[in-house]
T-cell receptor, first 115, second 114 residues
Framework: AQSVTQLGSHVSVSEGALVLLRCNYS??????LFWYVQYPNQGLQLLLK??????LVKGINGFEAEFKKSETSFHLTKPSAHMSDAAEYFC?????????????FGRGTSLIVHP | KAGVTQTPRYLIKTRGQQVTLSCSPI?????VSWYQQTPGQGLQFLFE???????NKGNFPGRFSGRQFSNSRSEMNVSTLELGDSALYLC?????????????FGQGTRLTVV
């Protein structure tokens, strides 16, 4: 069984400040990891994903995440927040459970960016 | 390349009615998954279809059903609607089954049950 924990349902930062959204997972096998962003009344858009290889993954809009197996973490960072980054962010994990890769999503973290 | 299209975008239904939601995946994608999103429960997996067959099912009552057509388009149906079924229903398509390719999401259908 797999699960995802996102620490903090809300994270507030000032424009230009570092963004750090935390994600920890549990999985019985090495997982695939994803970060999605959701803007109001929209679907989810993939920011980045880790499957194999380099543990530091770069995504769209200046975001990146690092897979740390020893810490079972996949935290999302961005060096400088922009007002347009305000949205809901979801971490997801998938492994070959039941023969498919159905992702399990965290509860989401709402990123608030102050001017 | 067109994205995932869900129709309608908004629906208002009365308790006890039934509803059908539609999802057209990205061209060439054969796997379609459905999710329910609510403030209380977050994103919950409903079911996944591939090649017109349900491959996986989440923990939802039998009132929730779906199907997939030969052109990969999918529909989900909810019968005997309850107030708690009010949610954003998201459809996602991906290239194939048993793969780690990412899912591409539609904008969702906002269902309100009154």
């Amino acid at each position: 069984a797999q699960s995802v924990t996102q620490l903090g349902s809300h994270v507030s930062v000032s424009e230009g400040a570092l963004v750090l959204l935390r994600c920890n997972y549990s999985s019985s096998v090495p997982p695939y990891l994803f970060w999605y962003v959701q803007y109001p009344n929209q679907g989810l858009q993939l920011l980045l994903k880790y499957t194999t290889g380099a543990t530091l993954v770069k995504g769209i809009n200046g975001f990146e995440a690092e897979f740390k197996k020893s810490e079972t973490s996949f935290h999302l960072t961005k060096p400088s927040a922009h007002m347009s980054d305000a949205a809901e962010y979801f971490c997801a994990v998938s492994d070959r459970s039941g023969g498919s890769y159905i992702p399990t999503f965290g509860r989401g973290t709402s990123l608030i960016v102050h001017p | 390349k067109a994205g995932v299209t869900q129709t309608p975008r908004y629906l208002i239904k009365t308790r006890g009615q039934q509803v059908t939601l539609s999802c057209s995946p990205i061209s060439g994608h054969r796997s379609v998954s459905w999710y329910q999103q609510t403030p209380g429960q977050g994103l919950q997996f409903l079911f996944e279809y591939f090649s017109e067959t349900q491959r996986n099912k989440g923990n939802f009552p039998g009132r929730f059903s779906g199907r997939q057509f030969s052109n990969s388009r999918s529909e989900m149906n909810v019968s005997t609607l309850e107030l708690g079924d009010s949610a954003l229903y998201l459809c996602a398509s991906s290239l194939g089954y048993r793969s780690a390719t990412e899912a591409f999401f539609g904008q969702g259908t906002r269902l309100t049950v009154v």
